[in-house]
Every structure is written in structure tokens, then in C-alpha cells.
């Protein structure tokens, strides 16, 4: 981790180097979202406690799946609200409610950062990955019977908490 990078500071405030069982994969991916989202979104944000769930619910489905030679789908959940500022922060395109325009920002923003981290990894040569399209709608339940390893990512904004979900196959 560079120090003199604007993310070095959100991740070394946060417990992300302490979590007991994180994949490395799980690692790379932290990293390059809290890069993108510094970068793209709102640098003035920290990170919740990360941590390694069982399963987890939501009510609006916004998801990707990542596939090649590692298997993983990610997720993004939060208050509507919350969701709608993160949204507007990202885009600039005026959203001041959770409609179309707010789940296309948002799932813009996942396919942002998956294909981002997926070239990080391909450039690294540490593994090919490719990305399905991302998927809206519906609720959804996610366990450790579907995957291998479940890690929860809190940014927290001004504004609220948006929950990002690493499920790794």
C-alpha cells in the first residue's frame, strides 16, 4: 500500500489488515474499491468494519457476477436514501430519488469497478477473470451454501452507509 495515495488513508484507518481469513482475492478487490470509489465517487468516506458474514438478505437486487479462473458475485445494498447519494455522487446526473436512473448509476459504478479490478489482476497476471452484465431487481438471499466465502464491505459517506458484498464461489 502507497502511503502517498488519497485510499491509503481510508484503509489503513480501517480494520482491513486485521481480518482474520480474508482471501487474497478478497484483498485486491478491498483495495481497488475503495481506490475507485475514492476516485469516482466520494474520496470523504471511511470504511466500516470488514468482515467474513455467513449470509446476508436484501430487497433490491444489484449485483455482478465475476467469472474465470476465480468465481465470485458482488453486491451492493443500502438504505434507499443512502443509495440515492451515492448514486448522484458518482454520476452528477441530478438523482434525487431510487428509480431507474439510480440503479443504472449504481450498477454503472459495480461494472466500473469489477472490470477495473479484473484488468488490475489480468495486468498483474495473477489471474483472467470476465464479468457477466450486472443484474437489477427483486430481493435476494445469499449464504455460505451458495459460496465458499462471504465478505461484507461498509463504506460509510456523510450521508449514510453503502454495503458492498465480495461472495466468492
Known amino acids: 500500500m502507497d502511503n502517498k495515495r488519497p485510499y491509503s488513508r481510508i484503509l489503513e484507518s480501517s480494520n482491513f489488515s486485521q481480518v482474520e481469513g480474508l482471501s487474497e482475492f478478497a ?3 478491498i483495495e481497488k474499491l475503495v481506490y475507485n470509489i475514492s476516485i469516482y465517487a466520494d474520496a470523504d468516506c471511511t470504511l466500516g468494519s470488514i468482515e467474513l458474514i455467513q449470509g446476508f438478505s436484501g430487497r433490491c ?6 467469472g474465470g479462473e476465480r468465481s465470485a458475485c458482488s453486491y451492493i445494498d443500502g438504505r434507499d436514501e443512502v443509495l ?8 452528477q446526473l441530478g438523482i434525487r430519488s431510487f428509480d431507474i436512473l439510480a440503479r443504472e448509476a449504481l ?44 465478505t461484507v464491505i461498509p463504506v460509510i459517506f456523510q450521508y ?7 461472495c466468492e464461489v
Do not use: H
Open 27 to 29: 484483498g485486491y478487490y
Open 61 to 66: 437486487e444489484l449485483c455482478q457476477t465475476i
Open 84 to 91: 440515492v447519494a451515492f448514486a448522484e455522487s458518482y454520476s
Open 107 to 150: 450498477l454503472d459504478f459495480l461494472n466500473l469497478n469489477n472490470g477495473l479490478f479484473a484488468v488490475m489482476l489480468s495486468r498483474n497476471n495473477i489471474c483472467e477473470l470476465s464479468l457477466e452484465a450486472p443484474v437489477q431487481g427483486g430481493s435476494f438471499s445469499v449464504d455460505n451454501a451458495q459460496y465458499r466465502s462471504i
Open 160 to 166: 449514510g452507509t453503502v454495503k458492498f458484498y465480495l
